[in-house]
Structures are given as structure tokens and as C-alpha cells.
């Protein structure tokens, strides 16, 4: 077991571009989560996994902002027509099924926007 | 909604010395946990203690330990023998009923040699 990992480990992309990300969680674990980080700040929750069903997004998930986990195994957070203020730390983190687990965190993807 | 407060942005600590990282929450439920992460720079983010809100027992990993207030909604971390490995930025985290984490801001720490 090799953790949570996370590709690509940075982007940069031009302003109205497609981006896709991509997370692969701790290998037992059925709960998979998105956080965004923006400089000096905490992370921020975007979205989260059970399994393949996606059970809560966050306001700050506009609808330019797509998030699959499809088999349950992996999940890819896609940003469509990106602007500047998508430019962020994208952290993804996984735990097993019960409410009280841990989250363990990703490497994260960092986005520079154009 | 809950809120966590980080009100030091920045401390610092002389190695193998002790510092005390401070952390309010606001929250009106009962049942929930509360995480302490460090993010060393350019590096990902680690667990470095958690306590269960239901025990009055505070929380203890080697070097690190917490005092959990609850009535005060209070969390602090307590570094010991500072090493200069412990330089990151450490974000205090709650977790309730819903499943995410709500994050404080963070306190930056260094370690002087």
C-alpha cells in the first residue's frame, strides 16, 4: 500500500482550457474526498465518495466543476472553461467506511491558471 | 455551520524546546472528532494526532499532545522537544455528523536551531 496518490502533480493550463485530475485512494478504503487549498488558506471541501455514488458536494462546486469515481476505485475531478480563480492546491483523501476514519491525504495537484 | 479559528498565524519555537498551537471550534453538536495536520512546505498533508470528542481523556502520540477543552471548544496541540523536522504548517480540523473536514487556517511553525 502505497498511500493516496495523485496525478498529474502539477498543471499549467491557459484560461478557458479543460482540465482533468485524477486520485487514486488507499486501496481498502471505500470513501473517497475533494479539498481545494488556496494560498494561505485551509482546505476547503469540494466533494465526497461512497463507494461509486457521490453523497455531498459543496457550494463551492460550480457547475463548471465535475467530479466521477466510477467502480468505485479511482475518481477524476474534471474543471471545464478554467479561469484564474481556479488556480489552487486540489487535494484528494481517502477513509474507509466508518464516519469516525481517518482521512489520509493525496500529494495534491497544484493548478496555475493563465 | 461549524467553524474552526487558528489565531496565530505564525509561531516559533528554539529546538528541543516546547511550543503550544492554539484552536477554537464553534459547533452545536455533541458528537464529532477533532484532527491535528501538518503540511510541511511543498509536501503532503499528514495526520499528527486525533481526539474523539467523547473522551475526556486528551489525546497523546509521542512527542505530540492535545488539551481538549470541550466546554471551552478548545483544542490545542502541545509540540515537545522541538525537532527541526516539526517545521510545517499545522492545520487543526473538525469533523461532525457530515463526513467532510472543516479546516482552520493554519499557524505556520518554525524550529530555530
Known amino acids: 500500500d502505497t498511500g493516496v496518490s495523485q496525478d498529474p502533480r502539477h498543471k499549467i493550463t491557459k484560461r478557458g482550457q479543460n482540465v482533468t485530475f485524477r486520485c487514486d485512494p488507499i486501496?481498502?478504503?471505500?470513501?473517497l474526498y475533494w479539498y481545494r487549498q488556496t494560498l494561505g488558506q485551509g482546505p476547503e471541501f469540494l466533494t465526497y465518495f461512497q463507494n461509486e455514488a457521490q453523497l455531498e458536494k459543496s457550494r463551492l462546486l460550480s457547475d463548471r466543476f465535475s467530479a466521477e469515481r466510477p467502480k468505485g476505485s479511482f475518481s477524476t475531478l474534471e474543471i471545464q472553461r478554467t479561469e484564474q480563480g481556479d488556480s489552487a492546491m486540489y487535494l484528494c483523501?481517502?477513509?474507509?467506511?466508518?464516519?469516525?476514519?481517518?482521512?489520509?491525504f493525496g500529494p495534491g495537484t497544484r493548478l496555475t491558471v493563465l | 455551520a461549524q467553524t474552526v479559528t487558528q489565531s496565530q498565524p505564525e509561531m516559533s519555537v528554539q529546538e528541543a524546546e516546547t511550543v503550544t498551537l492554539s484552536c477554537t471550534y464553534d459547533?452545536?453538536?455533541?458528537?464529532?472528532?477533532l484532527f491535528w495536520y501538518k503540511q510541511p512546505p511543498s509536501r503532503q498533508m499528514i495526520l499528527v494526532i486525533r481526539q474523539e470528542a467523547y473522551k475526556q481523556q486528551n489525546a497523546t502520540e509521542n512527542r505530540f499532545s492535545v488539551n481538549f477543552q470541550k466546554a471551552a471548544k478548545s483544542f490545542s496541540l502541545k509540540i515537545s522537544d522541538s525537532q527541526l523536522g516539526d517545521a510545517a504548517m499545522y492545520f487543526c480540523?473538525?469533523?461532525?455528523?457530515?463526513?467532510?473536514?472543516?479546516f482552520g487556517k493554519g499557524t505556520k511553525l518554525t524550529v530555530n536551531p
Open positions: 486501496s481498502e478504503h471505500n470513501r
Open positions: 483523501a481517502s477513509s474507509g467506511d466508518s464516519g469516525a476514519d481517518t482521512q489520509y
Open positions: 459547533t452545536s453538536e455533541s458528537d464529532y472528532y
Open positions: 480540523a473538525y469533523q461532525g455528523g457530515s463526513e467532510k473536514l472543516v
